[in-house]
């Protein structure tokens, strides 16, 4: 059973990441989420640029997928999710209110609360793609130096949603945290 699925087409550089972290993974085309034949994982990624159709068509599955989704998270599992890369969303197919607003930069990233999570980044610096307006239910970890969540935290039944604009891969020690904080459910 592999450990993390990864939402969308294989990459060479996703694959690499993963290999060096030593977690068992599989991609994930968004148009059989919910299938029954998929195994259970422990935690879900899902990739930069996921409401952007010129570089993803994931966002009508994830929309499809709401309730599946909240159900993975139920059962324990763990859901990483970045930035849409679009100049705003509201992530209506998670179980929590979340909103995002595209914003590029590169800035100092600022430590708020202590949680395993901000491993993510190893960075003090980071481009980001936009900040987030987090609803009730999640904890700001990291922000930008304007203060602008940039890593939240939401707990929904025995699962976590992580979710960030961080426009950078995330660190080997994150997934390996994640997989193993995650219990192993169906999406």
């Known amino acids: 059973m592999p450990d993390i699925a990864i939402i969308g087409e294989k990459t060479f550089?996703?694959?690499?990441?993963?290999?060096?972290?030593g977690r068992?993974?599989?991609?994930?085309?968004?148009?059989?989420?919910?299938?029954?034949?998929?195994?259970?994982?422990?935690?879900?990624?899902?990739?930069?640029?996921?409401?952007?159709?010129?570089?993803?068509?994931?966002l009508p599955a994830l929309e499809a997928a709401s309730s599946r989704i909240a159900e993975f998270l139920k059962k324990g599992g763990v859901l990483t999710v970045f930035g849409p890369h679009v100049p705003e969303?509201?992530?209506?197919?998670?179980?929590?209110?979340?909103?995002?607003?595209?914003?590029?930069?590169?800035?100092k990233i600022v430590p708020v609360y202590d949680h395993r999570c901000a491993a993510l980044v190893g960075a003090k610096e980071a481009e980001c793609d936009g900040y987030l307006v987090p609803g009730e239910g999640f904890e700001?970890?990291?922000?930008?130096?304007?203060?602008?969540?940039?890593?939240?935290?939401?707990?929904?039944?025995?699962?976590?949603?992580?979710a960030t604009t961080i426009h950078e891969f995330p660190s080997a020690e994150y997934l390996c945290w994640a997989a193993g904080e995650g219990e192993p459910a169906k999406i």
Do not use: Q
Not at 14 to 19: A, G, P, T, V
Not at 146 to 162: A, D
């Open 24 to 58: 068992e993974h599989t991609f994930v085309k968004p148009d059989v989420l919910g299938s029954p034949f998929l195994p259970r994982f422990r935690m879900v990624l899902i990739p930069t640029g996921f409401a952007n159709p010129r570089y993803s068509n994931a």
């Open 140 to 162: 700001t970890i990291l922000t930008d130096a304007r203060g602008r969540p940039v890593l939240v935290v939401g707990k929904y039944g025995r699962g976590k949603i992580v």
């Open 89 to 107: 969303h509201e992530y209506d197919w998670l179980p929590l209110h979340l909103k995002y607003v595209g914003e590029y930069e590169s800035t």
């Open 13 to 21: 550089l996703f694959e690499k990441l993963l290999d060096e972290a």
